[in-house]
């Protein structure tokens, strides 16, 4: 599956644990990234300073469902889960 443009979910509903340039300690889960633009891009996308972590993520229809606010829902589920 691609991404859906201007969903977002992966960049605000995790905890992201790897330095990202302007958040050197990460980011909390539920906050959004400060390298999300208001179009809901990533301003690093395939940049050398972008997160391994995020670029190493995968859309797929269990973490992403059918749409922007399923996406939501199961990332943030997920990171309960996980916590």
Do not use: H, Y
Not at 20 to 27: A, C, R, V
Not at 29 to 42: K, M, T, W, Y
Not at 52 to 66: E, R, Y
Request: overall charge negative.
């Amino acid at each position: 599956m691609e991404c859906r443009l201007g969903c977002g979910a992966c960049c605000i509903a995790p905890s992201i644990s790897s330095p990202i340039p302007g958040m050197p300690q990460g980011k909390p889960a539920g906050v959004r990234c400060v390298q999300l633009s208001d179009d809901n891009l990533c301003l690093i996308f395939g940049q050398p300073e972008r997160p391994q972590v995020c670029s190493d993520f995968s859309a797929t229809v269990d973490v992403c469902g059918a749409s922007n606010e399923e996406a939501m829902w199961i990332i943030t589920s997920l990171e309960s889960a996980t916590n």
